[in-house]
């Protein structure tokens, strides 16, 4: 069951109000439907969400939210063709997902993503060559292209332990955003990151959207940070995941942090994961 959404905050711009009315007439880009997922342990089969619903449309930056164990990770990776679900489907551009797919990039948050063994442009051309997207020089090209976007371009020709934490996930957004996916999945992929470079990581994240406005399905449990990178969220409850309640976070920015509304926000959804939580545990 979908979600009731939760009030926007007020003072949402008349551009973002014509966004949402625009929205309402187009067709979902990605649509998660009635979605039950399982996984098996050595004793039983146990379900990681229950029937959850959504619909992402372009240029979306989409937040599963919810505390651990929930199945968010869960979902991603089924939005990524990775695990079938048991119930219900998920549709990208009306199609079912059945198996991965170059229209489906993964960054997830281990910085030993990237083979250590290529240099950095190398690590960007890989997936191009190996789906043969592109020939090598076009490869190249596009490689030091999405390089320079995340401000890497003069560390093309460097190896990944030459780089810091924040450096080597700035690469592999990179590389999946040089695949131009139809929608850029993310699962937690700052989260091992200090406090002040995930903070940049966010603002460079935001600052790229602005600039490619690529469809993003991101994964968090920071409750601050959804609000802060998603423009909508979808809370989950406690395992299994349901879905909880979709939050509209246009009118949140990294500079709203502090704000008294932001804080209100916050406190809202903290309110209601630790509610489902006591729910679950009683």
């Given at each position: 069951m979908r979600g009731e959404p939760?009030?926007?905050?007020?003072?949402?711009?008349?551009?973002?109000?014509?966004?949402?009315e625009r929205r309402q007439h187009e067709a979902p880009l990605l649509q998660v439907d009635g979605v039950s997922l399982d996984y098996r342990t050595p004793e039983r089969v146990v379900r990681a969400t229950h029937r959850v619903s959504f619909d992402v449309h372009a240029a979306d930056r989409f937040v599963l939210l919810g505390p651990s164990g929930c199945g968010k990770s869960t979902l991603l990776k089924a939005v990524g063709g990775f695990i079938p679900p048991v119930e219900g489907e998920i549709r990208l551009d009306g199609r079912r997902v059945t198996q991965p797919g170059p229209d489906?990039?993964?960054?997830?948050?281990?910085?030993?993503q990237l083979p250590p063994w290529k240099t950095v442009k190398q690590n960007v051309m890989f997936p191009l060559l190996a789906s043969r997207t592109l020939g090598r020089k076009e490869a190249a090209e596009?490689?030091?292209?999405y390089l320079d976007k995340v401000g890497l371009a003069k560390f093309a020709d460097v190896?990944?332990?030459?780089?810091?934490?924040?450096?080597?996930?700035?690469?592999?957004?990179?590389?999946?955003?040089?695949?131009?996916?139809?929608?850029?999945?993310?699962?937690?992929?700052?989260?091992?990151?200090?406090?002040?470079t995930r903070r940049k990581m966010?603002?460079?994240?935001?600052?790229?959207?602005?600039?490619?406005?690529?469809?993003l399905l991101f994964v968090?449990?920071?409750?601050?940070?959804?609000?802060?990178?998603?423009?909508?969220?979808?809370?989950?409850?406690?395992?299994?995941?349901?879905?909880?309640?979709?939050?509209?976070?246009h009118g949140?920015?990294?500079?709203?942090?502090?704000?008294?509304?932001?804080?209100?926000?916050?406190?809202?959804?903290?309110?209601?994961?630790?509610?489902?939580?006591?729910?679950?545990?009683?």
């Open positions: 939760l009030a926007s905050p007020p003072a949402l711009t008349p551009t973002l109000s014509r966004e949402r489906r990039i993964v960054v997830f948050q281990e910085f030993d596009r490689a030091l292209h190896h990944p332990h030459q780089l810091s934490g924040g450096m080597k996930q700035r690469v592999a957004i990179a590389r999946a955003l040089a695949m131009q996916p139809r929608v850029l999945l993310m699962d937690e992929p700052f989260a091992a990151l200090d406090a002040l966010q603002q460079e994240l935001l600052a790229l959207w602005d600039e490619v406005r690529f469809t968090t449990h920071s409750i601050e940070e959804a609000l802060v990178v998603g423009n909508r969220i979808a809370l989950l409850s406690p395992h299994p995941g349901r879905m909880r309640a979709e939050i509209n976070s949140f920015s990294l500079a709203s942090l502090g704000g008294a509304e932001f804080q209100r926000t916050a406190q809202r959804i903290h309110d209601m994961l630790f509610e489902e939580e006591a729910e679950a545990a009683a």
